[in-house]
């Protein structure tokens, strides 16, 4: 999308309360309103700077008042072929530095992006490198927040862009300031959250500036120069990061780019690569249905078994030879070791889960006739309606641990109601490239289960073992 794309939020009256982008913090109000609203002179006289792919370019914004003794100098150094700059900071009153703040933000991101969700429009958020620590700061819990130093560095993002300022020198801490506003959208009143955080910096106040797209490959690039500050956390991989991580960038992404270079769709390479995944793991699958289907096989004869011991005494020597049996029927049917196999795919699943709602491949990406955006929901709930339907299907094709009749309105429960309200809470409003995936990955799912019943018929019982007889205990004297 060539587009052009407004990252800063340009509202008046969040300016006023938060400031701009790059302004300066000092612990003097008066100065920090003097600094704000000054008029800097610019050492270029384009008003436009036009940047070369191979180029480098500087630009330097200086104020002065004499009267005072107040000197103030940003500098920038801009490549034509990067996402981050170069920034150096000199402030100095009657000839000795002044202690200021680089302000990064109000919020950095989509500004057309008015409302946020649990997906792909996250709410504004700082984000710190604190103490070998990656922090994550919403606006409305900042004020309960003050990470400490050694700051490696700390900016705001949004769900694909980010602005992040590393200091030459790690700084001591840094401070949030935040701002609430009314909007109306959709004849639904909202409130929209801002915050900005202030960096402090010693001398010389010099600072690597990046303002872009949370890209890995450009991350990985700028943490390779600058001698490895973790700023691949930019990138929000959620709790699992440690097993999320690798699985996506030596995984699901190379897949998903591979099957995209040969058709050119996104949404064609989630099918593929859903497809793929769910052949791997078809064994897994097997192996579930076939323990599954003995643990189901096997209930009326537990429940045989219970009848008997109920009327049996504890010193009955066949209550022992009824619980031996009981034992060994549970090992056999127990659901439980039946779900095992499926625990296992986990991991994968939910490595394709995060990677469908952060990376920037599927942002904008087309899929077919009214899915223009595979990051944004189905403005027609179609895909959903479909996913909810396959989630039907492959549950009451799945074979039920249990056939106890008193079990039916659970069943009819997990059959059909819950996928109805998993469809509702979680994936009506949820990114097209999510419920895509979702969906196959019930389609595929459903064929294999089909042809694992075909496969397996009917299971027959174990042969049930002879008890053991009593030895005849003779009375002659």
């Not at 008046?12 to 302004?23: C, N, Q, S, T, Y």
């Not at 981050?84 to 919020?107: K, M, W």
């Not at 099957?259 to 699958?285: E, M, S």
């Not at 192996?287 to 096997?298: D, E, F, H, N, V």
Request: glycine share 6%; net charge positive; aromatic share 8%.
């Amino acid at each position: 999308d060539r587009r052009p794309l407004e990252l800063i939020p340009q509202e008046r009256d969040v300016i006023e309360k938060l400031g701009r982008p790059f302004a300066l913090r000092s612990r003097e109000a008066a100065l920090d309103r003097e600094l704000q609203e000054a008029t800097y002179a610019l050492s270029s006289e384009e008003a436009i700077l036009r940047i070369g792919r191979n180029e480098t370019r500087s630009l330097a914004f200086t104020y002065e008042d004499p009267a005072r003794g107040l000197r103030v100098r940003k500098a920038f150094t801009f490549f034509g072929d990067r996402y981050d700059f170069q920034l150096a900071i000199s402030a100095t009153r009657d000839g000795r530095p002044l202690e200021v703040a680089l302000l990064l933000g109000p919020n950095f991101g989509d500004q057309s992006i008015k409302r946020s969700d649990t997906y792909t429009k996250t709410p504004p958020i700082a984000i710190v490198r604190a103490r070998e620590e990656t922090v994550r700061v919403q606006a409305e819990k900042a004020h309960k927040e003050s990470p400490q130093g050694p700051i490696a560095w700390a900016g705001v993002e949004d769900n694909y862009f980010a602005l992040v300022a590393i200091p030459k020198t790690p700084a001591a801490g840094v401070s949030f300031a935040t701002h609430e506003r009314k909007e109306t959208i959709e004849e639904e009143e909202i409130t929209r959250r801002f915050i900005a955080l202030s960096l402090p910096a010693s001398e010389p106040q010099e600072y690597t500036v990046f303002a872009g797209p949370k890209d890995p490959q450009v991350l990985e690039a700028l943490d390779a120069r600058l001698g490895g500050v973790n700023l691949e956390d930019v990138i929000n991989y959620g709790y699992f990061s440690s097993v999320v991580k690798p699985l996506i960038t030596w995984v699901l992404l190379p897949a998903l780019h591979g099957v995209h270079r040969l058709t050119g769709n996104y949404g064609v390479g989630i099918i593929v690569v859903t497809i793929v995944l769910n052949l791997f793991f078809y064994p897994l699958r097997r192996s579930s249905t076939i323990r599954m289907r003995k643990a189901s096989a096997l209930q009326p004869k537990m429940r045989e078994l219970q009848e008997k011991m109920k009327g049996l005494k504890k010193n009955d020597p066949r209550l022992q030879e009824l619980q031996m049996e009981q034992l060994r029927l549970m090992k056999e049917a127990n659901p439980l070791a039946g779900c095992l196999p499926l625990l296992l795919q986990l991991p994968i699943f939910w490595a394709m889960f995060v990677l469908l709602t952060v990376s920037l491949d599927v942002r904008q990406a087309p899929f077919v006739g009214w899915i223009d955006d595979l990051s944004s929901p189905d403005r027609w709930h179609v895909l959903p309606i479909l996913m909810c339907v396959s989630m039907i299907a492959s549950t009451l094709l799945t074979p039920a641990p249990s056939n106890d009749p008193s079990q039916r309105v659970q069943r009819f429960m997990m059959a059909y109601l819950m996928p109805i309200l998993l469809t509702y809470l979680f994936f009506w409003r949820a990114p097209s490239g999510l419920v895509l995936y979702w969906m196959f990955s019930n389609l595929v799912g459903i064929g294999q289960q089909l042809l694992i019943n075909r496969a397996l018929g009917a299971l027959p019982l174990p042969a049930e073992k002879e008890p053991r007889k009593q030895p005849q205990v003779s009375t002659r004297s």
